[in-house]
C-alpha cells in the first residue's frame, strides 16, 4: 500500500505536460485562417457544402466576442493553437516502450483494460483496438446501426450527415461552436435505426484515429424512433497528449420514443481548456439522460444541454466535478422546457480541495407553452479544506405558472457528526473522509457505467491522495 | 336518498372501479371493507369530486341531482362530506380562518344564519374540546404538523361543523391508536342520526366494534361483491377476503 | 445612518426612500421595515447598503406590493464576528407590475449568519426577478447561510426569474438554499373545496397562507395582512 501511495505523490501533473511538448507537431501550422479552413477541408475531400459551412463559421468565429461570464479566458491565445495536423505530422504513435514507467502504472491502477491504455499513451496501437472495433461493426451492421467515425461519416453517408450536422448547435450559438464548426475534425458518427435497442454501450475508444488530435472532435448521434442507445465518451486518464484548448461538439437527436445516454469523464490534464459543447434535442416522449465526470483540465466551462422540445419528453443530468489544485471546474446543466407535460431531473455534486474551485452554472429555462413542466434540481458541494472555493449560480427562468420546479442546494464540509461516527467505528480520519466522499458522489456513480465507475472511484481516490494529506 | 348507479372510474386511462352501485337511506350506516387496491379510495374521492379520476359512466345521485358534473365546492354544500384519509396540509391557513369559510358557504346555500365571529369561536372551541384537541388548534396551520390521531379527529370535527347529509370516512380508523379512536368513533356516533348516512370505508374490523353498521358491503377488485348485515364483518375477520374472489367478475 | 453600539431601534422606510447607507455599530439591534404599496403607475427604486460590526443583529422586512416598476437592491456586509441578518421580502404582483429584486449578502466576520427568505405571488402579466446571493468569504469561519426563494405562481401569463448564488470560500461553513415555482396544489385545492369552499376562494385562502408565514411575527402585522387581503381581493 505505501508503495502505491508514494507513487502516487509523485505522480503529478507535470510529467504529463513534459511528455506533450517532445514529439509536438513538426511542421504543422499555428494560427487560424481561412487558407487553413480550405486546406482541412480539401485534405478530407469533403463534399462542397461542407467546405461552405468551414468558412461561414471562421466568418462567425471572428465576429463574435468572447463569453461574458464564467472563468477567465484570457490565457487562450488563438494565434498560439495548432488547429490542425496531417496524419504524420503528428507522432502520435511512439512505442509503448518510450511511455514514462509512472504513466504505465496509473494506468495499471485504474485499471484501464490493456488496449485503451495504448491509446491514451498515443502508444498508436490501434492494432488490437481495431480488431475489436471490426468484430462489433459486423454485428451492428447487421441491424443497420452505422457507428462510424466522422470524417469516414461523411464520405459514406453524406445526405444523412447534411440533415443533421451542425443543426443541433450551430455555428451562431457561441464563438466555440463557430470555432468547431470551422476546423472540426474526426469525432463519433452513430445513426440508431427506428425500433433498434443497442443494448451494449458503444464506446469511444473502438474508433480510434491516428490523424484525430482530438481537440475539435465533432460527435453526432441520431437516435430514431422508439430506439435506444447508449455511448461513453472520453478517457478517464490523463491524456497524453495535450493540446491547449478543446472545443469539441457533441450534437444528439433523441426522437419520438427513444432513448439516449450519454456518458463521459473528463479528465484533461493541467493547461487545457475544455470548452466542450453538449446538446440534445429530445422529441415526444424520448428520454436523455447525460452521466458526466469532470475531474482535470485547468479550466472547464461545460453545460450539457437538453432542449425538450417534444411533448412528454424528459431528461436527467447526473454529475460530479472534482476541482483540485489550480483547477476551476465551471459545469452544470441546461434545460430548456418547450413543449407541454415534460420533466427534468438534475443532480449535481463537487468536491473542491487544496484551492480547487468548482462552480455549479445551470440554467432552467421553462418557456411559455410547457405546460405541466416538472423539474427538480439538487447540486451539493463538499469543500475538503479551508481555500477550496465553490459557488453555485442557478438561473431559473419560469414563464408558466402550470409548473412544479424545486432547487435545492448545500454547501459546506463534511459533517463533523458522520466523521466522528465512522471514526467511532475504528476507522482513522483519511479513510472516514475516503468513505464519506464515497457516500457523496455514489448517487451518481451508481449511474455509471461498470468499467467508468470504478475508474472514476479510483480516479477520485488518487485525487484525494496527490498533494499530501486529506482533508 | 344518496344512489350510486352502475358507476365506471378510471385514472389515467386506468379502470378501478367497474360499474359499483350503492343505495344510502338518511339514518343508514354502511360500511365497506376490501382488501388494499380494491379501489376502497377511489370510491370515496370519486364521490366527493376528485379531479384526477374520470367517471366515464355512471351516476351519483343525491335527492335526484346527479352530482358527476359538479365539482368538489358544489358536492360539499349539497350535503356531501369526506373524511380523509391524509388530510392535507394548507400551511399559512390557520385551523379557524378554514373552517369559519367553509361553515359560511354552507350556511349560505340551506339559508341558515351566519354566526358572527365570535359565536363562531365559541362554537369551534367547544367542538375542540370535545374531541379533546388543545384550543391552541384554533390558531394552528390547518393539519401541519399534526399527528395521526390529531388529523383524524380534525376531520370528524369538520364533520360535526358542517353537518352533511351523506358522510364518507376514508379509513378513519387507520394509524390511530385506542384512545384516539374511542374519541373519534364516539364522536361519529353523535353525529349518526335518523336524517344523515354515513358511509365508512375500513379495511379493518376494529372500528365496527365502537360503530354499528347497517348494511356490510365488500369490495374486491372495483366491484361490490357481497353486501350483507354486521354478521358479514365477522366472517370477514375470521375468514379474510379470499373465500369471496371468485364472486369477482372479470373485465 | 448609524445605529449607536447596544442600542435598539426601529425603522420604517417609505417607497421614496432612494439610496440609504447604514452601519450597525457593535451589538446593536436594527429592526428595518420598508413598504411599498404605490400606485400602480409609479416607479420605485430603493437602495440600501448596511454595515455590521460585531454582535450586530439585523431583522429585515421588505413587502413589496405597489408600483409599476419597482426596484430593490439590499448589500449587506457582515463584517463583526457574531453578526447576523434575517431579511425576508414578499412580493405580490399583478396586472403588469414587474418587481426586481436584488439582495447581495457577504459575510466576511467569523461566526456570522444570514437568513435570506423571499416569497412571492405573481399574477396577472406581472413578473418578477429575484437575484439573490450570499457570499461567504474565507475569513467567515464557522458562518452559516441560508437563502430560500419561493414562488406561486396564479396566472399562466406571470413570469419569474430567480437567481439564487452562493459563492463560498471557505468550508468551515454551512450553507443552503431552496427556491420553488409552482402554481397552487391541486390536493389541497380539492381539500378546501371539500369543505365547500368555492375554487376562487380556495385560491386566495391558500395564497394568503403561502405569503402568512413570512410575515407573522412582524409589528404591523395587520397592517400588512390587510394590504394583502386588499390585493388578493383583486385576483
Same mark, same amino acid.
Given at each position: 500500500m505505501t508503495a502505491t501511495l508514494n507513487y502516487i505523490k509523485d505522480l503529478n501533473r507535470e510529467t504529463l505536460d513534459k511528455a506533450n511538448s517532445t514529439h509536438y507537431m513538426k511542421g504543422a501550422r499555428k494560427g487560424l485562417s481561412r487558407e487553413l479552413v480550405e486546406y482541412i477541408s480539401k485534405e478530407k475531400n469533403e463534399p462542397r457544402w461542407m467546405l461552405e459551412h468551414r468558412l461561414k463559421s471562421l466568418e462567425v468565429f471572428l465576429k463574435k466576442p468572447m463569453p461574458?461570464? *464564467?472563468? @477567465?479566458?484570457? *490565457?487562450? @491565445?488563438?494565434?498560439?493553437?495548432?488547429y490542425y495536423a496531417k496524419p504524420g505530422e503528428v507522432t502520435n504513435a511512439h512505442s509503448w516502450d518510450q511511455v514514462p514507467e509512472d504513466i504505465k502504472r496509473t494506468f495499471e491502477r485504474l485499471g484501464i483494460p490493456e488496449a485503451e491504455r495504448k491509446y491514451l499513451a498515443g502508444a498508436g496501437a490501434q492494432y488490437e483496438s481495431k480488431n475489436v472495433y471490426h468484430r462489433l461493426k459486423e454485428k451492428w451492421s447487421k441491424v443497420n446501426v452505422i457507428f462510424e467515425d466522422m470524417d469516414t461519416a461523411l464520405q459514406l453517408y453524406p445526405e444523412l450527415v447534411q440533415q443533421y450536422f451542425m443543426k443541433c448547435v450551430t455555428m451562431h450559438d457561441h464563438k466555440f461552436a463557430a470555432l468547431h464548426g470551422a476546423v472540426w475534425s474526426g469525432g463519433t458518427f452513430i445513426y440508431i435505426p427506428a425500433g433498434v435497442n443497442v443494448n451494449q454501450p458503444l464506446q469511444a475508444y473502438f474508433r480510434m484515429n491516428a490523424s484525430s488530435m482530438g481537440q475539435f472532435e465533432h460527435t453526432l448521434i441520431i437516435v430514431e424512433k422508439g430506439a435506444q442507445g447508449n455511448y461513453i465518451e472520453g478517457c478517464s486518464a490523463a491524456k497524453y497528449e495535450t493540446p491547449s484548448i478543446h472545443a469539441g461538439l457533441v450534437e444528439i437527436f433523441v426522437k419520438e420514443d427513444a432513448r439516449f445516454r450519454y456518458s463521459s469523464v473528463e479528465n484533461w490534464s493541467r493547461n487545457t481548456y475544455n470548452l466542450n459543447t453538449k446538446r440534445a434535442i429530445v422529441e415526444k416522449n424520448g428520454v436523455m439522460e447525460w452521466i458526466g465526470g469532470n475531474m482535470g483540465s485547468g479550466c472547464t466551462m461545460l453545460y450539457p444541454c437538453s432542449v425538450l422540445r417534444g411533448e412528454g419528453s424528459s431528461a436527467d443530468h447526473l454529475g460530479i466535478a472534482f476541482a483540485n489544485t489550480n483547477q476551476i471546474q465551471d459545469t452544470g446543466a441546461k434545460v430548456i422546457h418547450v413543449a407541454p407535460n415534460t420533466t427534468s431531473k438534475v443532480v449535481m455534486k463537487s468536491l473542491s480541495k487544496n484551492g480547487g474551485k468548482a462552480v455549479y452554472r445551470g440554467l432552467l429555462n421553462i418557456l411559455k407553452g410547457a405546460k405541466g413542466a416538472k423539474s427538480q434540481i439538487k447540486c451539493d458541494a463538499l469543500i475538503l479544506d479551508d481555500h477550496s472555493v465553490s459557488d453555485t449560480v442557478p438561473d431559473m427562468k419560469i414563464a408558466e405558472n402550470d409548473v412544479s420546479i424545486g432547487h435545492e442546494a448545500s454547501v459546506g464540509k463534511i459533517s463533523e457528526e458522520q466523521l466522528f461516527y465512522a471514526m467511532s467505528r475504528g476507522l482513522c480520519e483519511d479513510e472516514a473522509t475516503a468513505l464519506i466522499v464515497n457516500g457523496f458522489i455514489e448517487p451518481i456513480v451508481k449511474a455509471m457505467p461498470l468499467e467508468y465507475a470504478v475508474e472514476m472511484n479510483r480516479l477520485i481516490e488518487l485525487e484525494m491522495e496527490s498533494a499530501g494529506a486529506v482533508g | 336518498m344518496f344512489s350510486i348507479k352502475n358507476l365506471k372510474v378510471s385514472i389515467n386511462e386506468k379502470p378501478i372501479l367497474q360499474g359499483l352501485s350503492l343505495k344510502i337511506k338518511p339514518g343508514e350506516i354502511h360500511a365497506i371493507m376490501g382488501p388494499n387496491g380494491s379501489g376502497k379510495s377511489t370510491l370515496a374521492n370519486t364521490i366527493m369530486g376528485h379531479p384526477k379520476y374520470t367517471i366515464s359512466h355512471g351516476e351519483i345521485l343525491m335527492d335526484g341531482e346527479n352530482l358527476v358534473s359538479l365539482k368538489a365546492d358544489k358536492r360539499a354544500r349539497a350535503g356531501v362530506f369526506l373524511a380523509f384519509q391524509y388530510p392535507k396540509e394548507i400551511p399559512g391557513v390557520t385551523v379557524l380562518s378554514f373552517l369559519q369559510m367553509a361553515v359560511a358557504a354552507v350556511r349560505k346555500v340551506r339559508g341558515e344564519p351566519q354566526l358572527n365571529p365570535i359565536e363562531f369561536r365559541k362554537l369551534l372551541r367547544s367542538l375542540l374540546a370535545e374531541f379533546s384537541l388543545d384550543a391552541k388548534f384554533m390558531n394552528r396551520y390547518i393539519n401541519e404538523g399534526f399527528s395521526g390521531g390529531e388529523k383524524k379527529k380534525m376531520e370528524i370535527l369538520q364533520m360535526a361543523l358542517l353537518e352533511p347529509k351523506i358522510a364518507v370516512l376514508d379509513e378513519t380508523d387507520s394509524g390511530l391508536d385506542v384512545d384516539a379512536l374511542k374519541i373519534v368513533a364516539e364522536g361519529i356516533n353523535r353525529l349518526a342520526s335518523p336524517k344523515r348516512g354515513i358511509l365508512l370505508i375500513t379495511h379493518y374490523q376494529r372500528i365496527l366494534h365502537y360503530i354499528k353498521p347497517h348494511f356490510v358491503h365488500v369490495m374486491i377488485e372495483g366491484q361490490i361483491v357481497k353486501s350483507g348485515g354486521p354478521e358479514l364483518a365477522q366472517q370477514l375477520e375470521q375468514e379474510g377476503y379470499d373465500w369471496l374472489r371468485p364472486l369477482v367478475t372479470p373485465l | 445612518m448609524i445605529i449607536p453600539r447596544h442600542s435598539t431601534k426601529e425603522l420604517i422606510l417609505k417607497h421614496d426612500a432612494g439610496v440609504m447607507e447604514i452601519r450597525q455599530e457593535p451589538f446593536s439591534k436594527l429592526r428595518l421595515m420598508y413598504f411599498q404599496n404605490g400606485s400602480t403607475s409609479n416607479e420605485n427604486s430603493v437602495e440600501l447598503r448596511i454595515i455590521l460590526d460585531e454582535g450586530a443583529d439585523l431583522n429585515c422586512f421588505f413587502g413589496m406590493l405597489g408600483g409599476m416598476a419597482s426596484r430593490l437592491v439590499v448589500e449587506t456586509r457582515l463584517e463583526g464576528i457574531g453578526s447576523r441578518v434575517r431579511q425576508r421580502t414578499l412580493y405580490f404582483g399583478n396586472g403588469e407590475q414587474s418587481f426586481i429584486m436584488i439582495s447581495n449578502t457577504v459575510l466576511s466576520g467569523r461566526e456570522t449568519s444570514a437568513e435570506i427568505e423571499s416569497k412571492g405571488i405573481l399574477a396577472g402579466s406581472s413578473q418578477a426577478r429575484f437575484d439573490g446571493n450570499i457570499h461567504i468569504q474565507q475569513t467567515a469561519k464557522q458562518s452559516k447561510g441560508r437563502l430560500d426563494e419561493h414562488t406561486l405562481l396564479l396566472s399562466p401569463h406571470a413570469k419569474m426569474n430567480a437567481i439564487p448564488g452562493l459563492k463560498i470560500d471557505t468550508n468551515d461553513v454551512k450553507a443552503t438554499h431552496a427556491a420553488s415555482m409552482t402554481r397552487v396544489d391541486d390536493e389541497q385545492l380539492f381539500y378546501a373545496e371539500s369543505r365547500g369552499i368555492e375554487e376562487h376562494e380556495a385560491v386566495r385562502l391558500i395564497a394568503e397562507g403561502f405569503l402568512a408565514g413570512l410575515y407573522k411575527d412582524m409589528p404591523f402585522m395587520e397592517n400588512m395582512h390587510q394590504l394583502i387581503q386588499e390585493k388578493i381581493w383583486q385576483l
Open positions: 461574458s461570464f *464564467g472563468p @477567465d479566458l484570457s *490565457g487562450l @491565445d488563438f494565434d498560439d493553437i495548432i | - | -
